[in-house]
């Protein structure tokens, strides 16, 4: 929603590095994945993960080519994948220190079904 943004910034919001805001933005993609890859039925490889993200990206900043005002840049894809593949591997390691990685082990703060 973010890239089909034409106007300009409202006043009263204040100045963020646009590369930040592409990181912590892709940085919550990222760890969805990573969360998803945890839970699902038939697990694709961390590298398919990261390249599902990363042509999500590409084709965001294609997007913006199409819209007024704004233009399409490697830099903000390279703060994309970087946002992405840090949220990755946090989303990862929190899963893992929980003992919630998708092996089979739930952590303490998860209720199981009783047999």
């Not at 697990?43 to 590409?58: D, E, K, N, Q, V």
Request: net charge neutral; aromatic share 12%; glycine share 18%.
């Amino acid at each position: 929603m973010l890239s089909a943004w034409s106007g300009p910034i409202p006043s009263g919001v204040p100045a963020i590095n646009d590369k930040l805001v592409h990181g912590c933005l892709y940085a919550v993609l990222g760890w969805t994945l990573g969360y998803g890859w945890t839970r699902g039925p038939g697990r694709f490889s961390h590298a398919w993960m990261i390249a599902i993200g990363a042509l999500y990206g590409a084709t965001d900043e294609w997007h913006q080519i199409y819209v007024s005002g704004r233009v399409a840049d490697v830099g903000d894809w390279f703060a994309d994948l970087v946002g992405l593949v840090r949220g990755y591997g946090v989303a990862l390691f929190v899963l893992r220190q929980r003992g919630d990685d998708g092996s089979g082990r739930q952590g303490e703060g998860h209720m199981s079904p009783k047999a």
